[in-house]
Every structure is written in structure tokens, then in C-alpha cells.
């Protein structure tokens, strides 16, 4: 019988991810259905989740498998995002919106060459800055929520600014926190984290278009207002955040 390497296991949902991200390209290139797309996106980032779970279960973590990993989610967090907003709006900007178009694609690749640079061990208590799944999640929720309640605006300035937003949190060194694990071990704040992550998945459930950007958005500025908060503290001290 032959004996399959603990650490290919994981990388067979890193290839599913990197083929849901460049079917989500081809879906925003050829058919135009950028709510297809998106979603496809949003598969990505599950299987994303999960090929890192996976690798813990069976113990086959391994720097191939970061490196491998960090590749497909240039493709599904990175280029997918960036070919479809640009071929949802931004192709009307000229170079403007080539250039624009070009931000999760850049910063991600930027972020994730960070990321496997600064990686010690496998299990990470906190992310610096937006993790790229979560960037390119909230633009394809974006797609979904617009789709659901307003499928006939198109309210580029809203694109503009979050396209912006997610692509610069994702190169900062504002910290995120990491999905709880599921157990209900541990203190009672991750307890109390890991009740409000299943209730979360409850909801997503029965109402994913109106809920996962809010969701999302919850999680893009979290980070951002306890570094502001941190920041005036550190202001009214005297001392750095």
C-alpha cells in the first residue's frame, strides 16, 4: 500500500483554492458575472481556511506548504480582486483604473512575501496588518451586498475607497486578531470569541448576502480603531503605541 506524505494532505486544498481564484478570473473576464466570481472568491478563502487546519490535524505543516500556500492566494486573494473590479468599473478609468485595479494584486503580493519572511512556526496568535483572505472577501462581499440591494448602481466612489482601504491595511503593521480555535477549551475570552464565531457562521448561513459584508467591514476597521484607540493613548502618556 502506498504511504501518502502527511504533507501533500494540505496541499491538495491549496490547489483547490488556487483554482477557485483563476476560475473567478476567467468568470470576470468572459461572462462578466462578477457575483459569480465572488463568490467563487469567497470559496477560495474557505479552502484557504482549511488547508492550514488540515495541516495541524495531520501534522503536516511544512515551509513548502507556507510557500506553495502564499502562491495560490496571490492568484485567488490578489489577481482575482484585481481583475474583477477593474472589469467591473475601473476599465472606464483609463490607466487611472488600470492602476487602481492593480492594488490588491500588489499589496497582497507584498504582504504575503512579508508574512512568509517574518513566519516563526506554524501557529500564529495575531496577523500584522489585514491578512489577504479577509481583503479580498470584503470586495467580493462588496459584489454580493450591491448585487442583492442595489443591482442597478454602481457607486464607484464607494469601490474607490474600499479597494484602497483593504489594499493599505493589508502592507500595515496594524494587528488583526486570529480566528479562535474551535474548542471550547482555553479562557473564557476565547470562549466567549469562539460562541460569537459560531453564531457569526449561524447567521452567514441564513442570510449570507446581507450579513458578510457587514461582518467583514466589522472586522476591516476592528483592527484599525485599537490602533487608533492605542495611538491617542499613547499620545496622553508621553509614550509610542
Not at 101 to 115: E, K, T
Request: proline share 5%; net charge positive.
Amino acid at each position: 500500500m502506498i504511504k501518502v506524505p502527511r504533507t501533500i494532505v494540505p496541499s491538495f486544498f491549496t490547489i483547490a483554492n488556487m483554482f477557485f481564484g483563476f476560475m473567478a478570473v476567467i468568470y470576470a473576464v468572459k461572462t462578466q458575472n462578477f457575483v459569480f466570481s465572488s463568490w467563487l472568491i469567497l470559496m477560495a478563502a474557505f479552502l484557504d481556511t482549511m488547508d492550514g487546519r488540515v495541516a495541524r490535524f495531520v501534522q503536516g505543516s511544512s515551509k513548502f506548504g507556507v510557500e506553495y500556500d502564499s502562491l495560490a492566494d496571490v492568484i485567488s486573494f490578489g489577481m482575482a480582486p484585481s481583475v474583477l473590479i477593474y472589469f467591473y468599473y475601473f476599465k472606464n478609468w483609463g490607466t487611472v483604473g488600470l492602476f487602481i485595479s492593480f492594488f490588491p494584486l500588489l499589496f497582497a503580493s507584498i504582504r504575503l512575501a512579508r508574512f512568509n519572511v517574518d513566519l516563526k512556526g506554524f501557529d500564529k496568535t495575531v496577523f500584522t496588518g489585514l491578512p489577504s483572505p479577509a481583503a479580498a472577501i470584503t470586495i467580493a462581499s462588496y459584489f454580493i451586498f450591491m448585487d442583492t440591494y442595489f443591482p442597478d448602481k454602481v457607486f464607484p466612489k464607494y469601490l474607490f475607497v474600499l479597494t484602497v482601504l483593504v489594499s493599505v491595511l493589508m502592507v500595515s503593521t496594524i494587528r488583526y486578531d486570529v480566528l479562535p480555535k474551535f474548542t471550547f477549551k482555553g479562557t473564557t475570552t476565547q470562549k466567549v470569541g469562539f460562541f460569537i464565531v459560531i453564531l457569526a457562521i449561524i447567521t452567514l448561513i441564513i442570510e449570507p448576502q446581507t450579513l458578510l459584508l457587514p461582518y467583514t467591514l466589522f472586522y476591516v476597521f476592528s483592527g484599525l480603531i485599537r490602533f487608533l484607540i492605542r495611538l491617542s493613548q499613547g499620545k496622553r502618556l508621553g509614550g509610542t503605541v
